[in-house]
């Protein structure tokens, strides 16, 4: 099973900074990779897949980068519902693993 | 416009069973796989398993292989999760989540609002 590590834990930034968010397999997964923004109490949202692709509907403040072990999604100027914790997750090999996730709280 | 409806809240007691649901509506259902994620509380994000309604087609993740079961009845559009036997440690919230494109390996990209699922005697 690949292992998705997610660095950092926690960021702590203030709105209209720029964010930087780590996601690196335990192999290589090509661009088999998607993130996700979790606000609380709500249900997961695909922000990023195969790795640099925006979903529909997500503002371009959001970009994906990176292939192979290492990913990194990048935020250009925080909005306040940027606020939330990030999941990385590959589809490179069965099953779709998620990393553990980086809370992004306000500084 | 693509919406997964689940189930409600449900209180179980340890060893009781329990099947939730899912129910998909606005697009193509017998088209795109369907996946579970389980979210333990204060915790990340699990891969379960998926279905591929159109012909039952279930594949599981190595850890609840066994553990639960993914079915559907694609005539009323809906996916279930079942359990024989709960335990304390099936506390948590589980997702269902469909598929960006008609693909088993695929991203998700719309997902239910959760079920909380609370094992307690």
């Known amino acids: 099973e690949i292992v998705l590590t997610q660095s950092p834990a926690t960021l702590s930034l203030s709105p209209g900074e720029r964010a930087t968010l780590s996601c690196r397999a335990s192999q290589s997964i090509s661009s088999n990779l998607a993130w996700y923004r979790q606000k609380p109490g709500q249900a997961p949202r695909l922000l990023i897949y195969?790795?640099?692709n925006r979903a529909t509907g997500i503002p371009a403040r959001f970009s994906g980068s990176g292939s192979g072990t290492d990913f990194t999604l990048t935020i250009s100027s925080l909005e306040p519902e940027d606020f939330a914790v990030y999941y990385c997750q590959q589809r490179s090999n069965w099953p779709g693993t998620f990393g553990q996730g980086t809370r992004l709280e306000i500084k | 416009e693509v919406q997964l409806v689940q189930s409600g809240a449900e209180v179980i007691k340890p060893g009781e069973s329990l099947k939730i649901s899912c129910k998909g509506s606005g697009y193509s259902f017998t088209t795109y796989w369907i996946g579970w994620v389980r979210q333990m509380p204060g915790k990340g994000l699990e891969w379960m398993g998926i279905?591929?309604?159109?012909?039952?087609?279930?594949r599981y993740s190595p850890s609840f292989q066994g553990q639960v079961t993914i079915s559907a009845d694609k005539s009323i559009s809906t996916v279930y999760l079942q359990w024989s036997s709960l335990k304390a440690s099936d506390t948590a919230m589980y997702y269902c989540?469909?598929?960006?494109?008609?693909?088993?390996?695929?991203?998700?990209?719309?997902w239910g609002q959760g079920t909380l699922v609370t094992v307690s005697s």
């Open positions: 279905i591929y309604p159109g012909d039952s087609d279930t």
């Open positions: 989540a469909r598929a960006r494109v008609p693909a088993a390996g695929s991203f998700f990209n719309y």
């Open positions: 195969d790795a640099s």
